[in-house]
């Protein structure tokens, strides 16, 4: 099989975490592809609807009624937007979909060693960063300061709320845009809360992944404080088709966003940032 041919998985769970958000668990029936690093995605296919990229959330070992044993059962979060999402979004557990890849180039880890660790979101961006978040706090001692920070449109968005509750030992910290009445946390941009986050601009290292916009005005925040643009990665997503850099459909710049990303550093695309997506 190839990266053009779609491998079996099924739906083994399903998890609701907002009204238009669902996490699925998908254990491989037929051969399972390789481990996906942190950051790369998968596109996703429903048969006789179409296919879609999204981004790896989690990878685990293959439940024990799994059709094939040695493989990683993906774990992949998702918003229902379009044709394809949706059916995605209301899958049943046995529901059989087809997957490809992994694809494109993930985040790099290794570059948070020694540093001070700032992960910061906006809304659905913290699915690509939660394989970033867990790797980062289970190798705690090997990090500085680690700062979460996390927006959402309102406190019905904002993702995996019940994980970050649970986080010790880094910063963690979260916005709305609109607040509802038992709301009583921060309200305004995630831009906002770097000012409350522990971290020296000299020896900072950035994970940021959400709407484009927000990941622009975020990096320049982040170096008009010191942080480097080189150690500031963000997870970009432009009309992905193939998956494998050959359509041509997610061109930016000279990258070729599912070959040379999704996730770039800051320096590499700080002036196409202000290209807007067509």
């Known amino acids: 099989m190839t990266a053009t041919r779609p491998r079996r998985y099924r739906v083994a769970a399903t998890r609701r975490e907002t009204d238009d958000i669902v996490t699925l668990t998908l254990d491989a029936m037929d051969p399972a592809l390789a481990p996906p690093t942190p950051g790369q995605f998968t596109m996703l296919t429903v048969f006789g ?3 879609v990229p999204i981004s790896v959330s989690d990878a685990r070992e293959p439940r024990p009624e799994a059709d094939h044993d040695g ?53 659905l961006g913290l699915a690509p960063l939660r394989p970033v978040l ?3 706090l289970a190798r705690r001692e090997l990090h500085g300061q680690v700062s979460v920070l996390v927006g959402a449109r309102t406190p019905g968005d904002i993702l995996y709320r019940d994980e970050l509750e649970r986080i010790s030992h880094a910063h963690v910290a979260v916005t709305v845009d609109h607040p509802d009445d038992e709301w009583d946390g921060k309200v305004g941009l995630v831009t906002a809360l770097l000012a409350g986050a522990p971290f020296d601009p000299e020896r900072a ?25 080189e150690r500031i990665q963000l997870s970009l997503e432009r009309n992905m088709h193939c998956g494998a850099g050959v359509c041509g459909h997610c061109q930016f710049g000279p990258l070729i966003i599912c070959r040379d990303g999704p996730v770039v550093t800051y320096d590499e695309v700080e002036p196409l940032l202000t290209v807007r997506e067509l």
């Open 49 to 51: 609807i179409g296919e």
């Open 205 to 229: 290292v950035a994970y940021v992944c959400g709407p484009e916009l927000m990941m622009r005005f975020t990096a320049d925040a982040l170096v008009r404080q010191g942080v480097a643009a």
């Open 134 to 136: 867990r790797g980062v």
């Open 71 to 123: 493989g990683t059962a993906l774990v992949q979060t998702l918003r229902a937007v379009g044709a394809v999402t949706k059916a995605l979004h209301d899958a049943k557990p046995g529901t059989v979909l087809g997957v490809r890849g992994p694809f494109g180039v993930g985040w790099d880890l290794a570059a948070a060693r020694g540093h001070d660790v700032l992960i910061i979101a906006g809304g």
